[in-house]
Nanobody, 122 residues
Framework: QVQLVESGGGLVQAGGSLRLSCAAS????????MGWFRQAPGKEREFVAAISWSGDSSYYADSVKGRFTISRDNAKNTVSLQMNSLKPEDTAVYYC???????????????WGQGTQVTVSS
């Protein structure tokens, strides 16, 4: 059974930084693309970033490109999201995702974590 446990959310002022981490278990972590999605109040869940199984390729939503960086450590079964220059519009529940597939603006995932709240104050 795949389990994804996020950590690192919290409250930060605009312009600040946060680092989210996700610990994965339950299957061969290094075989699948991983990613992060987010859902703001009253909005649909949206793609944020994804990273290939090897870590060689990464993909970002236009809204976070240049500010967020996704990374993974296959030896530790973890995937992280470094978020810099945070804006109030980044406020959302952030979800770690396993078995991520997609391209452009169309992405999906096979497994989800429970989510971690990120709040950016102005």
């Amino acid at each position: 059974q795949v389990q994804l446990v996020e950590s690192g959310g919290g409250l930060v002022q605009a312009g600040g930084s946060l680092r989210l981490s996700c610990a994965a278990s339950g299957r061969t972590f290094s075989s699948y693309a991983m990613g992060w999605f987010r859902q703001a109040p009253g909005k649909e869940r949206e793609f944020v970033a994804a990273i290939s199984w090897s870590g060689d390729s990464s993909y970002y939503a236009d809204s976070v490109k240049g500010r967020f960086t996704i990374s993974r450590d296959n030896a530790k079964n973890t995937v992280s999201l470094q978020m810099n220059s945070l804006k109030p519009e980044d406020t959302a529940v952030y979800y770690c995702a396993d078995a991520v597939e997609g391209y452009g603006s169309s992405w999906s995932a096979g497994y989800w974590g429970q989510g971690t709240q990120v709040t950016v104050s102005s």
